[in-house]
């Protein structure tokens, strides 16, 4: 990692544990929340853009739309009131976003293996959550988890076809972004648990550092 990116890391890192730390104590720290949790996605954002100016350009262009679709998610899931929907259909135009770059890095199904695995995993999230899901929501729900285990599929199979830091970088994103989101889903519809937050917001942020990274690095 060059000077230039581990400087971003450690303004990456400090603003989500501000973020977090918000999260936490909430009453007048709240503003913290609010403030650093859409800043990170956002620094990960810039940091795309100001240092990718020698990657592949259609997939970093793929990835920062997906950082930008990320941020209003982030917005929507941390405002007062019920915005879950509106933050799912930002994060599914993301997780669009995102597989559309990895799929000019590789053809789709470049390997097999990972779409099997993720399918699986993808299943057994679906059966944990399906009795405690709405009814209104079962159909977006499985849409997203479809995109969601497809993205992180397709990020690995990249990473097995090509075997570049790139690749390895959005394959450890993608393994993140199901880990959060499946935490994520547990805590608010299945078993509630106090680390929640906290889990979901660190595998958050390190899947999109991960992913940002990868456009950083991408060459064709």
Same mark, same amino acid.
């Not at 940002?212 to 950083?216: H, K, L, Q, T, W």
């Given at each position: 990692m060059s000077g230039r990116v581990r400087s971003w890391a450690v303004v990456v890192a400090v603003s989500a544990v501000l973020a977090i730390v918000g999260a936490y =104590?909430?009453?007048a720290a709240i503003w913290l929340h609010y403030l650093f949790k859409p800043a990170t996605t956002l620094l990960i954002a810039a940091m795309v853009l100001r240092e990718g100016a020698g990657a592949e350009p259609r997939y970093r262009r793929a990835i920062f739309a997906g950082l930008l679709l990320s941020t209003a998610g982030d917005a929507f899931l941390m405002?007062? !009131?019920d915005w #879950? @929907? #509106?933050g799912l259909a930002s994060f599914l135009c993301a997780h669009i976003a995102y597989l559309a770059g990895l799929?000019? $890095?590789a053809r789709p199904f470049a =390997? !097999?293996?990972p779409f099997l695995a993720y399918a699986a995993l993808a299943g057994a999230v679906l059966a944990v959550l399906w009795p405690h899901l709405p009814g209104e929501l079962r159909i977006p729900v499985i849409v997203y988890v479809a995109v969601l285990a497809a993205m992180a599929a397709q990020a690995a199979a990249v990473w097995r076809r090509r075997a570049d830091a790139a690749g390895a970088a959005a394959a450890i994103g993608g393994a993140c972004f @199901? #880990? %959060?989101d499946a935490t994520l889903a547990i805590d608010r519809f299945a078993a509630p648990f106090a680390a929640a937050q906290a889990l979901v917001l660190v595998s958050y942020w390190i899947a999109q550092w991960g992913i940002? $990274? %990868? =456009? @950083?690095l991408a060459r064709s």
């Open positions: =104590a909430g009453g405002l007062p !009131g #879950f @929907v #509106f799929c000019k $890095r =390997a !097999g293996w @199901v #880990f %959060s940002g $990274r %990868s =456009a @950083v």
